[in-house]
């Protein structure tokens, strides 16, 4: 074992950097989304960082090519990402405070909770190399074989945590786990009291948080995100008391706690259905969350069906645990990606009901695209209706995503009408818009309507203008929903 001690370390350190990397976008969710913003971030700093660290590395490894150095490296780096797994929320939530670009509190988080960890991480291969040349004539073969242990290592924690360990363990383990790998790998390098300290501050490292604030105790990590369900006041400023799932950043779905009626705003706009359509029984809903929506029409319409496509089936898991969920056969969850169910499906459905844009921070481009609308379209009966909620303002020079929105469901839906669910907020703040698309001309309209959806019907906007000269057709090849997203940030934060 002596033997192959630094082939060992470097294989290892390798999978270290991999899982430091893929467990830092979780780190960063719950604060600053999951869009490609926050893996440009994460890609950018810990390859700067490793640049950074192999060449001050190599020239350390020059100075002093020891295991005994080598050991104070990794010794720096394990405590450094222990201290990460301590202090990360603490510090994000004071960048995020400072910075209301998602860019700048990617960029700067990634930059303070990683570069570290990453720099340190860099310095391994070049010293492990330089202890291991001993003949110039077969340098090049040791170059190549340590680094390429460097790799495969690389490639093993990557798939390590991807597939296994973020849904095992959860992200804030992970970084305890790295920790220890990284202080054993100091240990049997070099056995140094610095190193027996170091493993004390990290069995005990855990406990510190308990003595500081921390209001993110319940997170739960999914294969595809990170999630906290919430009990307390409702987020809206309503006196009831609410549960509420919050994924990633940003608030998912929740549920008052004394009954299953619809508690946030937009989702009741949902019931305009009814008016739209003369008598849905299969509908389709994209994007489950806490299952809100799929819980009121079981209870309050006993004939509706409705397949629920939720990619994430721990969202499923915790509806039924946390949200009073019960699946029977008029609710199917599917867990499956919405575009690619709509790729393959056959069935047709009265009404589609899109609720996978309420994000700001990662709107899901490849289901607002042309293309998407297209596959909805000839999921729907010849009544059939498409409701799409999506984030933007209704006016202000921050409505590119509104604008092309409609201009996208225009090249494939004759009618096209918008809803304004919050009837106070200001046109210029980012707010819920409810899009209703039909495949008829004029298309069904409720002999009857209630009070309820005639008061929704009167928050109607008027989309004459939108779409003419302003936003694109969103295409799977070009739709850059996420920049429009960090232009609303400015309008979204405003109170």
């Given amino acids: ?11 290892l350190s390798g999978a270290v950097v991999m899982m430091l990397e893929l467990t830092g976008s979780r780190i960063l ?6 869009s490609t913003f926050i893996w440009t971030s994460l890609i950018g700093v810990i390859l700067a960082s490793l640049s950074l660290g192999y060449y001050h590395g190599g020239m350390k490894a020059d100075e002093d090519p020891s295991q005994k150095r080598l050991s104070q490296v990794l010794l720096l780096a394990g405590v450094s990402i222990g201290v990460v797994a301590v202090i990360n929320q603490t510090v994000l939530a004071y960048i995020t405070t400072f910075f209301v ?30 202890i291991r040349m001993k003949d110039i004539n077969t340098s090049g073969a040791t170059i190549g074989r340590l680094y ?13 945590v991807g597939f296994y360990l973020m849904a095992w363990v959860g992200s804030r383990n992970i970084m305890f786990i790295l920790s220890a790998l990284t202080l054993i790998l100091a240990l049997i390098n070099r056995r140094s009291n610095d190193a027996t300290i170091a493993l004390v501050v990290f069995l005990i490292s855990p406990f510190v948080q308990a003595f500081g604030k921390n209001n993110l105790l319940k997170i739960r990590d999914t294969e595809y995100c990170s999630v906290q369900v919430i009990t307390g006041p409702y987020p809206e400023k309503h006196d009831r008391v609410c549960k509420v799932m919050k994924v990633g950043n940003e608030y998912s779905s929740g549920m008052y706690l004394d009954s299953d009626s619809l508690a946030f705003v937009y989702s009741r706009f949902y019931k305009m259905m009814f008016h739209f359509h003369p008598n849905p029984v299969n509908t389709l809903l994209i994007g489950g969350g806490a299952y809100s929506v799929p819980k009121y029409f079981q209870n309050a319409y006993p004939n509706m069906k409705m397949d629920v496509l939720e990619i994430d089936p721990a969202l499923t898991d915790i509806a039924e645990k946390e949200f009073r969920l019960k699946p029977d056969e008029r609710i199917v969850p599917i867990h499956e990606d919405g575009r690619i169910y709509l790729n393959h499906n056959k069935k ?19 289901l607002v695209s042309k293309e998407a609308m297209e596959k909805m379209a000839t999921s729907l009966t010849e009544d059939g209706v498409l409701m799409i909620n999506i984030l933007s303002p209704v006016a202000g020079p921050n409505r590119d995503l509104f604008h092309s929105m409609v201009k996208t469901c225009r090249e494939v839906f004759p009618v096209v009408k918008a809803f304004k669910p919050r009837k106070t907020a200001p046109a210029e703040r980012v707010q819920n818009i409810m899009l209703v698309c039909s495949l008829k001309n004029p298309g069904y309209r409720a002999p009857q309507v209630s009070p309820e959806i005639q008061d929704m019907l009167a928050q109607e906007v008027e989309l004459n203008d939108i779409g003419k000269g302003e936003g694109i057709v969103l ?20 109170k």
């Fill in 1 to 11: 074992m002596k033997k192959y001690v630094l082939e060992i370390t470097v294989f």
């Fill in 29 to 34: 969710a719950p604060y600053v989304g999951t």
């Fill in 148 to 160: 390429a242990l460097s790799s495969v290592g690389s490639i093993v924690g990557t798939f390590l």
């Fill in 475 to 494: 295409l799977d090849d070009f739709a850059p929903v996420e920049h429009y997203a960090e232009k609303m940030l400015s309008s979204y934060f405003q």
């Fill in 101 to 130: 670009s998602v860019k700048w509190s990617a960029a700067v988080s990634a930059s303070i909770l990683f570069g570290l960890p990453a720099y340190l991480l860099g310095m391994v291969s070049p010293q492990a190399v330089r």
């Fill in 348 to 366: 047709k459905y009265d009404v589609i009901m899109g609720d996978a844009y309420r994000s700001l921070f990662s709107i899901p481009f490849h």
